[in-house]
Each structure stands twice: as C-alpha cells, then as structure tokens.
C-alpha cells in the first residue's frame, strides 16, 4: 500500500501520542483483559468515564487478495483502513443536563480496494474491502447531541450523523459489503449516506413498551458531503432535500433462556430528484423503498446465553423508477463460543443477493451499451469468517468470499478472495 507523505506524518504523530501515554502506565498497557490495548492509564480511564468523558480510539484494518477467478489470471492484494477518533459525554454528569448525551466522532481513511484494482472484480455490485469508500479523507462523522423527555421513552437526536447509525442498523463483522452494515445506504448511496459520512439530521424515537420502539427521522441530501475536501462542512449549501426514514423495531428474549432478537421493518422516501432510469426523455422522480431486518440467537452453548447459534436475515426493496438494484437479500449464521478453549471466538457464514431493476437492461438495450459480458441480473456475494478473540482489544476475522456473476453480468466473472479484518481499540 503506497500511503502519502502526510499520512505517513499523521500515523507517526498519533502512534507517538499513543505510547506516550503507554509509557508512563506501562504496567496496564497490552492487558489481555482490559478493553483498550493501552491500557486504563492507571485508572485514570476509568475516572474520566465515571465523570460523564468516555474517549475511543479504534483501527479497523482490512486486506483483500485474489486467490482465484475463471477467467482472469490476475492476483493482486489490497489494503484498507479506517481510524476512528471518539468522544461521548454524559451531559447529565458533566453539566448537570437531565438525560443529556453527546458524540464526537473523527474518522479517517486510507487504502484501495480489490474491487476497484482487480481485473476480475471489474464492476463488482458489492465491495471485498467494507471499510473502503466515500473519500479516503478525515471526517467528521459524528457531532451531536440526544435528550430524553416523558420519563425517557421520547428521545431526541439532533446534528451531523449519518442514517444507518439509527435506521436499517446491522452489525459490520463481515468483510464483504453485502453482509455488513445498513444495506439500504449499499444499493441508495447516491442519496442516503453510511457511515462514515455525516450531514445535518434530527431523529425522533419513542418507546411504545420496552421492548419496542418506532421512530422517524429527516436527514439532508447534501452531495457536497462527498467532496474529499469538505469532509468537515456544516454548511448546507448544495442541499437538494432530505431522506425521510421511518421505522419500528422489536427486541423481545425469547424461551427460558432469554435468547435477544432486534426485528426492524421500515420505509424510506427522498424528496430530492432522481433520474428515472428507463425513458427517452429526461424525467425525474424520487426514490423510496423499505425494508426488514431480523437478527435472532437461536440456542444457548450448555446453557450459557452468552455463547451460541445466532441467524440473521436482511431485505431491501427499492423504486423501479429511479434505483438500479431493486431488491437485496442476505442471510447468514453466527456461532459464539463453538469451543470451549475459545469462548469468545466466533464463526460464521452469510450469503448475498443483490438483484438489478429490469429497466437498466432494457435503457443498456436501448442505447446499445451491452457488451460482451451480456445482460445483468444477479450478483452473489458469500462470506465464511473467523472470529479470534486475540483479546478483549483486538478481534482477528481470516475471510474467504466468493462472488458468482461478479457486476450481475450473466456472462460475468466468478472469484475467490482471501481476505483478513481486524478491529483495534487503543
């Protein structure tokens, strides 16, 4: 990986604050058992957290190699990471503010992508690399504030933050794009922005019992906040609408074990244009579509709930009119603690789907672009990882994936990758 001269100062800046800090409390510094490879700071850590200041500093780290495809011969490796810099404030402790809470999140990215470097994965739908995207630039990914009203079910949250932190939410173990993180900000990325890009935002969630809650939430569509130089913008000039995401969600304990769920089904509608895709004359529409997301546990390991089988499922729907994938499925398994000697490792499989809209093929048909690779349909995308609990700070998932029809061409390439992530909290 070839990284810039001012990365390359970066890096060394932080990863000289970072042990000077481990330094004076060495003997807390690479505890297999405390959370932060650095340590506790000589309980001063801990202190700060007692005090309403809880500071993060995590690294995710993702390489990607071809290991094998039908019909390309290459084998290229690539890089990836993301450094994420933390603060969340209790505001109730610090300045007295009831049911007050903030965040602070800096974000900064380095690295290619397989899927963009490799012959073989030449239009690939999903990403062999997750942590790759959106600008390899700082951010500033969180900046805001959360208050809770009426006995704590109304809870407010306003400033710069990004949809999938609150709707379609699902958790990022995989490697592979199609199996991590909100699926609708995979297949809307043109309107509706992940992590970690952040623009102007308010949500709105109520608890209707404890284990359930809806919410709604208005988010600006602001594509400047693409732009590898504004990745710190709070202006909203260039605005051109909002995404308005609505949701509820359902977290029962199910059996005498009390196995945890999370059920979402929500809806999605943008009041910003979009160009509708099959059509001779420019028009515009909006996009819109919903979804259902459902993570189970389905057994407990010798009666211990903290170890087991877990399943997941995520579907996505989207517009015809304006939005190349119409739908997206995954579904996958996940099995905590197989092992006895190894209770907190993990392994898992997931498997997906993302179909193109029929109108893309016929507008490819119409303005005669389709090429040799034919037509498009689906795309697979297959995932098995695992999961070594080197510590309670660093978690190290070797991958291997498998894509089939890779672009959703029909006549496309299929490839095997090798792949290792690992996730880091200083």
Not at 289 to 303: F, N, P, R, S, Y
Request: with cysteine.
């Amino acid at each position: 990986m070839n990284i810039h001269p001012i990365n390359k100062a970066v890096y060394a800046t932080l990863v000289a604050f970072l042990f000077s800090n481990s330094v004076v409390y060495a003997a807390d510094a690479f505890n297999p058992e405390s959370q932060w490879m650095f340590g506790d700071w000589n309980g001063q850590r801990t202190e700060l957290q007692k005090k309403g200041y809880d500071f993060s500093f995590g690294y995710t780290g993702e390489m990607a190699t071809l290991l094998d495809a039908k019909k390309s011969s290459d084998h290229g490796t690539e890089y990836a990471d993301q450094f994420a810099l933390g603060a969340h404030l209790d505001l109730e402790k610090i300045a007295g503010w009831k049911d007050t809470e903030a965040q602070i999140t800096v974000t900064q990215r380095n690295g290619r992508n397989l899927s963009n470097t490799s012959d073989a994965l030449s239009g690939h739908l999903s990403s062999a690399q997750e942590v790759w995207g959106r600008g390899q630039t700082w951010r500033l990914t969180d900046f805001w504030i959360k208050k809770k009203f009426l006995d704590q079910k109304l809870d407010v949250k306003v400033g710069r933050f990004g949809e999938g932190e609150d709707f379609n939410s699902f958790d990022c173990d995989f490697q592979n794009l199609a199996l991590c993180g909100s699926q609708v900000g995979n297949w809307v990325g043109d309107q509706w922005y992940n992590w970690p890009v952040s623009q102007w935002a308010a949500r709105v969630k109520y608890n209707i019992r404890p284990d359930v809650f809806a919410q709604v939430g208005v988010y600006e569509y602001n594509p400047e906040n693409l732009e590898r130089g504004k990745g710190w913008n709070l202006s909203t000039d260039g605005s051109h609408g909002s995404i308005i995401p609505a949701e509820v969600v359902w977290s029962p304990k199910i059996g005498a074990s009390k196995l945890p769920g999370e059920y979402r089904a929500g809806y999605y509608y943008s009041t910003a244009d979009a160009d509708v895709i099959n059509t001779s004359v420019k028009q515009q529409d909006h996009h819109q579509g919903g979804w259902v997301v459902a993570k189970q546990q389905l057994t407990a390991h010798k009666d211990d709930a903290s170890r087991g089988l877990s399943g997941f499922v995520n579907i996505t729907v989207h517009d015809s009119d304006t939005n190349n994938v119409s739908n997206m499925q995954n579904i996958g398994l996940v099995y905590k603690g197989a092992f006895d000697a190894r209770p907190k490792d993990e392994i898992a499989i997931g498997l997906g789907r993302i179909s193109i809209n029929d109108d893309v093929n016929d507008a490819r048909i119409a303005n005669n672009t389709v090429d040799a690779r034919g037509l498009q349909s689906e795309e697979y995308d297959a995932e098995i990882y695992y999961g070594f609990h080197a510590t309670n700070w660093l978690t190290i998932r070797p991958n291997v994936q498998y894509v089939h029809h890779v672009g959703a061409y029909k006549n496309g390439e299929n490839a095997w990758i090798g792949g290792i992530k690992f996730n880091t909290a200083f």
